[in-house]
């Protein structure tokens, strides 16, 4: 019986730690994001932003919104367009969020994550499609935007790897393509050494082999 309740004494006490630990967690995790200050912009749409709000840390953040139909027709090929701002007040990154579309009177809600470093205000607004800037050369990178026209000053929208573009590489069938020009590439690479090369080269590895290498086959 006294070991019983020894046993339910200690799993009273692990659970209970862990019951504080994500207590203690979350609260953690709720003090470092800091809220943002911002503005909407009216651009004179049939779609509406409401309900915003904003947090952020050091290092990323998000944002909520509430996007809104106020006409009586389907609304689409609508965009939200939220400038991020640092806490000197420049602009440190933009996110474009495709609405989709909204029925008539109807709304979407919207949280929208992202990184960016001090980040303290921001900027939204709905715009265009027409008003969205060519995104062909722009590729995300864990979260980050990065512009392949000017990349440290230097234009990469036409390098490739293995014969893929940058711009694709980061798609499935990208990953697909390069994985069999790179293996092509190896293989005709590997062909055309003669067998003499293969000769010269594992001489040479076992020369410089350890002592007792594979269980002592090699002296």
């Given at each position: ?39 909407i ?77 001090q ?42 790897i ?58």
């Amino acid at each position: 019986m006294s070991r019983m309740k020894t046993f339910l004494l200690y799993l009273l006490g692990i659970v209970g730690f862990f019951v504080l630990s994500l207590i203690l967690e979350d609260a953690l995790i709720g003090n470092m994001y800091k809220k943002m200050d911002g503005n909407i912009q009216d651009n004179g749409y049939a779609i509406v932003v409401e309900g915003v709000s904003g947090r952020a840390t050091n290092v990323n953040g998000y944002m909520k919104f509430r996007l809104s139909n106020i006409s009586s027709s389907v609304q689409n090929n609508y965009y939200a367009k939220i400038d991020l701002y640092s806490k000197q007040g420049l602009l440190a990154a933009t996110k474009y969020v495709n609405i989709g579309e909204i029925e008539p009177n109807g709304y979407k809600d919207y949280n929208v994550k992202f990184k960016g470093t001090q980040l303290k205000g921001y900027n939204i607004a709905v715009i265009s499609e027409s008003e969205v800037p060519d995104k062909t050369n722009i590729i995300n990178l864990f979260g980050w935007e990065i512009d392949l026209t000017d990349v440290f000053g230097m234009d990469l929208s036409n390098t490739t790897i293995f014969g893929v573009k940058l711009t694709d590489l980061f798609s499935w069938n990208g990953i697909v393509n390069a994985a069999a020009n790179g293996w092509n590439i190896f293989f005709n690479f590997a062909s055309s050494i003669p067998w003499w090369g293969y000769a010269i080269g594992a001489g040479i590895v076992l020369w410089y082999m350890p002592s007792k290498f594979l269980f002592g086959i090699f002296p």
